[in-house]
């Protein structure tokens, strides 16, 4: 029973590139969250999805940040033009619902040079 | 508007004796706390949690307390093992305007540090 399984688990990027970070969820699990950790800061909510819905994106940044979880395949958060800023390192957590333990990937380490 | 607080940026204890790891929250509407430890390079990984109706809830080694009229929980590990070394977080669950969306607000986390 293979968990949250997120790639890469390092990536780099300069500045203007675009990133994409992939999230399966556990087998089963059709709620996906998108959390991102700032250097010594806890983990902040980015959005969180449904297959093919977005249900809450209150943490997401306005520009350059979106996030989707097609019907077949994995959870996509996308960030384009990255900055400096951005470095980070961005978690996906699944859950079978949102009153349901949610569980996390190992993360990518995002790093813009 | 940190509405999850830890305010032990770190600890250290014997092994053997007890961990107390602190948490403070802000908002009333937070209905469910969980706490969760990660190791360096790892995902967080769920400990233990607990419901608002409820004050104290237990598993093994782990304790939670939940006060609600001071807005304060407290992860209690008993006996440390230097396994435990790692970085917990305090994390809360409200249900907001929009309904239960099972969005986690965290604490900044302590690093705990068990020495042999």
């Known amino acids: 029973n293979a968990g949250v399984m997120q790639n890469p688990r390092h990536l780099v990027r300069r500045r203007g590139q675009e990133a994409r970070l992939r999230c399966s969820p556990m087998k089963g699990h059709s709620h996906v969250y998108w959390y991102r950790q700032l250097p010594e800061e806890g983990l902040k909510f980015m959005v969180y999805l449904q297959k093919e819905n977005i249900i809450d994106e209150s943490g997401m940044p306005k520009e350059r940040f979106s996030a989707e979880f097609p019907k077949e395949g994995p959870s996509i958060l996308r960030i384009q033009q990255v900055v400096r800023g951005d470095s980070a390192a961005y978690f996906c957590?699944?859950?079978?619902?949102?009153?349901?333990?949610?569980?996390f990937g190992q993360g990518t380490r995002l790093t813009v040079v | 508007d940190q509405q999850v607080k830890q305010n032990s940026p770190s600890l250290s204890v014997q092994e053997g004796r007890i961990s107390i790891l602190n948490c403070d929250y802000t908002?009333?509407?937070?209905?469910?706390f969980l706490w969760y430890k990660k190791y360096p390079a790892e995902g967080p990984t769920f400990l233990i949690s607990?419901?608002?109706?409820?004050d104290k809830n237990e598993d093994g080694r782990f304790t939670v307390f939940l006060n609600k009229s001071a807005k304060h929980l407290s992860l209690h590990i008993v006996p440390s093992q230097p396994g435990d070394s790692a970085v917990y977080f305090c994390?809360?669950?409200?249900?907001?305007?929009?309904?239960?969306?099972?969005?986690?607000?965290f604490g900044q986390g302590t690093t705990l540090q068990v020495k042999p």
């Open positions: 908002n009333s509407m937070f209905d469910y």
């Open positions: 957590a699944s859950s079978h619902g949102p009153n349901t333990e949610a569980f």
């Open positions: 994390a809360a669950r409200s249900e907001g305007t929009s309904g239960n969306t099972g969005k986690l607000i």
């Open positions: 607990i419901s608002s109706i409820k």
